[in-house]
Every structure is written in structure tokens, then in C-alpha cells.
């Protein structure tokens, strides 16, 4: 076993051998650009760049023609927020979210808002569930778009999206789903599931970084969308820009994988999540579960620690890679916008961690990780008066607390 332990995969994921051997290729010999028509050289790089629309379609259900190459999920998820917004502009302005959605979404609908549309933001349950009948209480006849995410990337919670897409569909309006966090780990389906547009991306599921992918529904209904980024008019005219055809095999590979692998893979890794849980949870009193206790990404836990700092603890953990909220936000000491948005108390909010378990995780460093988490929170709380007092009986909320003018 090799320190530090990774167990941060919802953050990104290290590339799958299989996948560099296959992207190597086309850094070297076969270099041309895919939009080249007029040499072999071109011909080879487009027709490895179909390929991988094959290979990504086959994964959600999807054909080739529907997969638009981007940068990743965040700007596919700009794409499809105001890409939206400026196409349908005449038919209304309305656009239904919730209040978890990863910063992608919940940025470009402030975005949106300063530019005339307005936005719901739906609340979520304590478990972090958004509520398919506030969805549709929330369509007016100016709604254009509903955009919830698959499953939230630091609680693990999976949303209803089947029954949110048959709403979509019932009353005519776009749906778009961040599905970041769920290629290759859970089944996607965009037909049954109603989608219209979806945001994935590659290096969450061991392929590169810098490479997503935006499906946009071409029939029933076809979906348009305006561009955001202006230039050669490539990939349909939605987002124009020299493809990045090393990265796009290598997501085509990982997609390829996970497809073989999925089912098998998702019963691993939820063992090894499981007993990292009961492991801790076990050893240590006042720890919580966040996120929905069996709705959830199979590899996700993410654990409030009472009367423990979260950053201390992380500090503590220094040869376990681990996060305190999502690693786009994780340089903020402000608690997590996800938890206080469940209604945790901003004590808990503050403690949490998130393990996030993946493909080339063992027993070996779970047992490891559960002895170190165990070991280090108690001689934290070992140093906490709070926690003294706590055990003592005091209630901590009405204490009256001196504080120096």
C-alpha cells in the first residue's frame, strides 16, 4: 500500500492505463486536425473523433450525431443554461433549479438573472431531495428550461430525474441534467429519462481532464441551441474551436470502459464504502450521515464529525486525500452552501468530509483510512473543551458565551 491514499475521485480521478495507452497515438503520428477534409491525416483524426461519439452515445442512450465536444461539464453546463436562454428568448424566460446544483449551474442562472430571465431555486429535503411536485408547481407558460443535477457531487444524493424529465415532457419544456457525477456510475438513459441536454465529463471517470461532452436531443423535440463560444462553426455550430482529439479518444476509451465494467465496478466500490462507514461510524460517537442514507453515488460518504473542525481534521488525515465540500469551492472556510441548504446546523456544516471511493481503492487502505480517521478525530476531540463539556451533559446552545468587548 502507497501513501497518501486517494479518496477524492468526485473531485477528479487518475486516467485508466487502458485509456492513455489508447489516447498516445494521436499526440505523435496521428496528429492531424479532425476538421482537416482534405488529407489522410484529417480523415484519421475525425474518424477517431466519431468513434468516440459512438462510444460516449452508447453509454447514455444516445446517437453519435446528438454528442458535442467541450471542455468539460462546466462549460457544457454554460452551453446549455444560456445557450438556451438566448434561443428561446421569445418563447418565455423562466428557468426552474434547485438550490444544490454544482456552481456551474447555480453561476451561469445568476448570470442569466442580470440579463433579464428569472430563476426558481427549488429547496431540497434534509436528505438533500429535490421534490418532483415543486418542480412542476413551479412551470409557468414562460418556462423554458428545468435543469437539475443526476446526483450532487459532495453528498452523493441522487434526484428523481426520470420522474422530473416526464413533468419536463408533459408541459413541454427543455430539460437539462448535469450528469457529472453519474457517467459510468449509474445508468443513463436520456430517452426513458427524458432528457434533452446533458453535461458529462471525462476526468470523473478516468479518462483526461479538459474533455467533456453536451448531448442535445436532435428529434422529439430537436433541440437548438445559441453558441457561446464564436468561431469555426465545429460541432453543429454549438461551440467552435480546433477539437481536442487526444483527449476526445481518451474520453471515448473511458466511456468504452465503464460500460464493461459499470455493474460490477458499483457493487465493489459500494462495499468498500459501506465499511469505511460502519468502520468509523462504529468507533466514533456524534458522526452523521449526509445525504440520502440509500439514494446515493456508490461511492460517496460524506460524514459530519461533531466538535471537530473540519479543516483541522483534514489536517490531521495529511497522508489521505479527502475534501471538506466540492473541489471547485474547497478554498472557501465558509460551510459548505450544500449542507446549510439541508437545513445542518452551521456547527455540523463546518465539520463534514467528504471520502469519495473509486475504481482503484482496496480493503487495505480503507482499513487503513477507518484506523487513522478514528485515531485522529479522537485526539482532536480530546482537545476540544466543547466536547468535554458536551459529554458532561451541557447543552452547547445555551451556554452563554463571554465575549471580550
Not at 459512438?54 to 471542455?71: M, N, P, R
Not at 434561443?87 to 442569466?112: F, P, R, W
Not at 445508468?187 to 465529463?201: P, T
Not at 457561446?228 to 473511458?254: K, M
Amino acid at each position: 500500500m502507497k501513501l497518501p491514499i486517494y479518496m477524492d475521485n468526485h473531485s477528479t480521478t487518475p486516467v485508466d492505463p487502458s485509456v492513455l495507452e489508447a489516447m498516445l497515438p494521436y499526440f505523435t503520428n496521428k496528429f492531424g486536425n479532425a476538421a482537416s477534409r482534405s488529407h489522410p491525416f484529417g480523415w484519421e483524426a475525425e474518424e477517431a473523433v466519431e468513434k468516440s461519439r459512438v462510444q460516449i452515445g452508447k453509454l447514455i442512450g444516445s446517437g453519435h450525431k446528438e454528442i458535442i465536444f467541450t471542455s468539460g461539464a462546466t462549460e457544457s453546463t454554460n452551453i446549455a443554461l444560456k445557450g438556451t436562454a438566448e434561443m428561446t428568448c421569445e418563447k418565455g424566460n423562466h428557468i426552474i433549479t434547485q438550490v444544490t446544483e454544482h456552481k456551474a449551474t447555480l453561476d451561469s442562472a445568476k448570470y442569466l438573472e442580470k440579463h433579464g430571465c428569472q430563476v426558481t431555486y427549488l429547496p431540497v429535503d434534509q436528505n438533500g431531495m429535490v421534490d418532483p411536485l415543486d418542480v412542476e408547481k413551479a412551470i409557468t407558460p414562460k418556462t423554458i428550461l428545468i435543469t437539475i443535477m443526476h446526483a450532487n457531487n459532495e453528498v452523493g444524493t441522487i434526484q428523481p430525474i426520470g420522474e422530473i424529465g416526464k413533468i419536463a415532457k408533459k408541459h413541454g419544456v427543455l430539460f437539462h441534467v448535469d450528469a457529472a457525477q453519474t457517467l459510468g456510475r449509474l445508468a443513463i438513459s436520456v430517452d426513458q429519462m427524458g432528457i434533452d441536454i446533458l453535461s458529462v465529463s471525462g476526468h470523473k471517470i478516468y479518462g483526461p481532464k479538459g474533455i467533456g461532452a453536451l448531448y442535445v436531443r436532435r428529434t422529439n423535440p430537436r433541440v437548438r441551441l445559441s453558441p457561446i463560444v464564436h468561431g469555426g462553426g465545429h460541432e453543429r455550430g454549438i461551440r467552435s474551436g480546433t477539437l481536442n482529439v487526444p483527449a476526445i479518444v481518451g474520453f471515448g476509451q473511458a466511456c468504452e470502459l465503464a460500460s464493461s465494467l459499470m455493474d460490477e465496478e458499483s457493487r465493489r466500490i459500494t462495499e468498500l464504502r459501506d465499511r469505511l462507514m460502519k468502520g468509523i461510524m462504529g468507533a466514533l460517537p456524534d458522526v452523521f450521515l449526509n445525504g440520502h442514507p440509500s439514494l446515493r453515488l456508490c461511492g460517496n460518504l460524506n460524514l459530519s464529525f461533531a466538535y471537530v473542525e473540519g479543516e483541522a481534521l483534514m489536517m490531521g488525515l495529511n497522508d489521505i486525500a479527502v475534501s471538506s465540500g466540492s473541489a471547485c469551492t474547497s478554498a472557501s472556510l465558509e460551510p459548505s452552501y450544500v449542507l446549510r441548504s439541508m437545513g445542518k446546523p452551521e456547527e455540523l456544516a463546518h465539520t463534514s468530509i467528504r471520502f469519495g471511493l473509486g475504481r482503484f481503492n482496496t480493503e487495505e487502505e480503507v482499513q487503513f483510512v477507518i484506523t487513522r480517521v478514528v485515531e485522529t478525530v479522537t485526539k482532536l476531540r480530546e482537545m476540544s473543551p466543547l466536547y468535554e463539556m458536551a459529554k458532561q451533559g451541557i447543552d452547547l446552545k445555551s451556554v452563554q458565551w463571554d465575549v471580550p468587548h
